[in-house]
């Protein structure tokens, strides 16, 4: 009686490690398409070739530039600051930047030296550097 109870015990302690061993289910891959099956088939893509009209497109219109004002410059609501005009001025090769200030069209003018010759310089809304 004692060795059944000792099975009976036992029994389920030596089916655990055969448990325990056991791999996960691997999933199933996804079911591929076959030509047997047209509904699930994945329908070709082709490119497509296409061909220009045979007659000419018009080009499109080209916006007339802006009205240079008789004293250089582009006119127009300038939002550059006076530091801003300054830094570009210099950036366009110009030195002892001084004076500026914005005229009437909102150019900013002012006196420069570039090469050591003074001059009269400006700087539009466009950013351009100009000299009247």
Do not use: H
């Amino acid at each position: 009686m004692r060795r059944l109870i000792m099975a009976g015990i036992a029994l389920p302690f030596a089916a655990f490690p055969l448990l325990a061993q056991t791999t996960p289910p691997v999933p199933a891959a996804p079911p591929s398409p076959s030509a047997a099956s047209p509904n699930t088939a994945i329908p070709e893509v082709r490119a497509l070739s296409i061909t220009p009209p045979a007659m000419p497109i018009a080009a499109a219109p080209v916006a007339a530039a802006a009205p240079q004002s008789t004293t250089g410059g582009v006119p127009g609501a300038n939002s550059f600051t006076e530091a801003q005009a300054q830094t570009r001025i210099e950036a366009a090769g110009y030195t002892n930047v001084m004076g500026l200030a914005k005229d009437k069209d909102g150019i900013w003018r002012g006196t420069a030296t570039k090469g050591g010759t003074p001059a009269q310089v400006g700087l539009d809304y466009q950013g351009n550097v100009v000299t009247p």
